[in-house]
């Protein structure tokens, strides 16, 4: 029986699985049913009779017959064949042929695939050649009138073309060629080829345009403008030197000779037409003449520099001498009262040694000037060099001459310092005798007598003569540590004492009822005696907190309490 039930079940898996097998197949056949319509429907034939609108010659009519050719083989063939291969996939998909019919479904896929694309290279071809008659026939129009205005410029401005009128008739000659040739493809049917003429023809106008519209002035630039600026940065140059410039190095002669020369070849260019070499050219030519008139002015501008700058270089130089005098006879009497580590004398004479650099410089500077054999741009840039680092060494000077005033101020500092520990030192001594305390616990009173000698050393230091402020300055620092920490010993050793006292006085009333409590009590009193204050409310916080929890905070709370009301 189970055997029975088993092959049913497996009899209606195999079933289910071939019905939705075939039902899948016979999905994708429909599929590929619709895809073959749509490309018989695609308006091919449509599109195609716009062709027969233009001239149906040459490359036009080549075109057309290969595109009804490729049409008529995929109406008359290729579908025809999906058609059958249609058929047999169907069939071979309801036989339970399903590998069969999937070869003939992918057969089928490639070539509506392939189908496809060659109709969208038709449709593509032949948008682009319908376009390009239209196109053309709009641009050519618009090229024409730009041509007749270019042929009327050229009549009525021939003389400010000079020698290139020549060239620019022939290049619009050139362009009635291309004219010619644009309207000779368009009665062919050859109108893509039209097109790439039109093209053409549009760039050799907006150049012949361009041509035009620049000539006169860069015939001018280079026959009046260019020449009238190389002779008039040659004179300038002339009475510079007679003057008593020194403009060797600008190299002015064989620059001038150079653009001469160019302006002949840039001429030679513009009487071809060639616009562009030329103008580029021009433009190099204005920036280097631009560049010489600049040398000259900066000549002429570095000898007011120089004219201005060396008296108040000279007096700036005489007054930093005076300055470094005076710092060097403040350093020598401050080192009478206080120690300068060799790093700090070191600033002074290094200052000293920079100055003396500068004014042997200088003293070359002066001489060099004198003798007139220097470019004057080069003179200034050295006289502003010295004046840059003439005032790099004032700043220096004030820098060490504030250090030394300084140190007097931190000697004051530091004496008002040690003052203000002392006086804490007292502070807390007062509040310890105000405290009533027992007696004190031995690294309390260690702390106390390391208080005491750093304050000491401070003053110890503070009288060494000469006077060593950053010595001063580490006791000062060690002294300002331990006291502050000291004095925070004290408050913290206080509050334990008073703490202590309550919490033991506290813990009385159940020293009787509890063994433990009295156990610790009398361990915290025999602390207390001994001056272990931390110790003893240690034991004693043990006891109440065994059998009252929370009352070591309430006594501290209490005592904080009146403790500010004192």
């Known amino acids: 029986m189970e055997f029975v039930i088993g092959g049913i079940v497996l009899l209606f898996i195999l079933f289910l699985y071939g019905y939705l097998t075939k039902k899948n197949h016979f999905k994708e056949i429909d599929r590929l049913e619709e895809w073959k319509i749509d490309i018989m429907n695609r308006p091919v034939l449509e599109e195609l009779s716009k062709v027969k609108q233009l001239n149906m010659t040459g490359q036009t009519e080549e075109m057309f017959e290969r595109w009804r050719q490729n049409w008529d083989e995929i109406v008359g063939i290729k579908l025809p064949d999906v058609e059958e291969l249609l058929f047999d996939a ?77 060239a620019l008739e022939k290049k619009v000659d050139k362009l009635t060629e291309k004219f010619n040739e644009f309207h000779e493809l368009t009665e062919n049917g050859n109108y893509l080829d039209a097109r790439e003429v039109l093209l053409s023809l549009k760039g050799e106008l907006a150049a012949t345009e361009d041509a035009m519209g620049k000539l006169p002035e860069l015939l001018s630039e280079c026959q009046n403008h260019l020449p009238g600026q190389l002779a008039e940065i040659k004179e300038g140059y002339a009475e510079m030197e007679a003057d008593g410039y020194i403009l ?211 003053f110890s230091s503070l009288n060494e003569k000469p006077l060593n402020i950053k010595s001063v300055q580490e006791h000062l620092y060690k002294a300002s540590d331990t006291v502050n920490h000291f004095y925070e010993k004290t408050e913290e050793l206080i509050e334990n004492v008073m703490l202590a006292e309550r919490v033991i006085q506290y813990g009385n009333r159940y020293r009787s009822k509890y063994s433990s409590v009295a156990e610790h009590l009398r361990t915290a009193e025999a602390a207390f005696r001994s001056f272990e204050y931390r110790a003893a409310l240690e034991q004693a916080a043990t006891a109440v907190e065994e059998v009252e929890p929370g009352s070591l905070k309430r006594i501290e709370n209490l005592l904080q309490q009146e403790l500010k009301e004192d």
Do not use: C, W
């Open 248 to 458: 060797e190095h600008i190299t002015m002669e064989k620059e001038v000779t150079r653009m001469e020369s160019e302006l002949q070849t840039y001429m030679g260019f513009l009487e071809n037409a060639e616009i562009h070499e030329a103008s580029k050219g021009i433009e190099e030519m204005k920036e280097k003449i631009d560049s010489l008139y600049e040398a000259l002015e900066n000549e002429v501008h570095s000898k007011h520099f120089i004219v201005q700058n060396e008296p108040k270089t000279k007096s700036l130089l005489k007054e930093i001498a005076e300055s470094q005098s005076v710092l060097k006879n403040e350093t020598e009497f401050v080192q009478q009262s206080y120690q300068l580590v060799e790093e700090d004398i070191s600033i002074q004479r290094n200052i000293g040694k920079k100055l003396n650099q500068l004014m042997k410089r200088y003293e070359q500077l002066e001489l060099r000037i004198a003798e007139n054999q220097s470019a004057n741009s080069i003179l200034k840039q050295e006289m502003q060099e010295i004046r840059d680092d003439l005032e790099e060494i004032q700043k220096e000077q004030k820098g060490f001459s504030e250090y030394l005033q300084n140190l007097r101020k931190d000697e004051m500092n530091a004496k008002e310092t040690v003052d203000e520990l002392r006086r804490k030192l007292a502070e807390a001594s007062r509040l310890i005798t105000k405290s009533n305390i027992p007696g004190l616990p031995s690294d309390y009173l260690s702390l106390l007598q390391e208080a005491e000698d750093n304050i000491q050393n401070v």
């Open 90 to 166: 169907e069939e071979y998909a309801d036989r339970y042929r399903f590998k069969k019919s999937k070869e003939v479904q992918e057969k089928i896929d490639h070539i509506l695939a392939g189908t496809e694309e060659k109709i969208d290279l038709i449709l593509s071809e032949l948008k682009e050649l319908v376009g390009s008659e239209e196109s053309n026939r709009i641009e050519i129009d618009e090229l024409q009138e730009t041509y007749r205005q270019a042929k009327k410029q050229m009549l009525a401005h021939r003389h400010t073309y000079g020698k290139a009128a020549g």
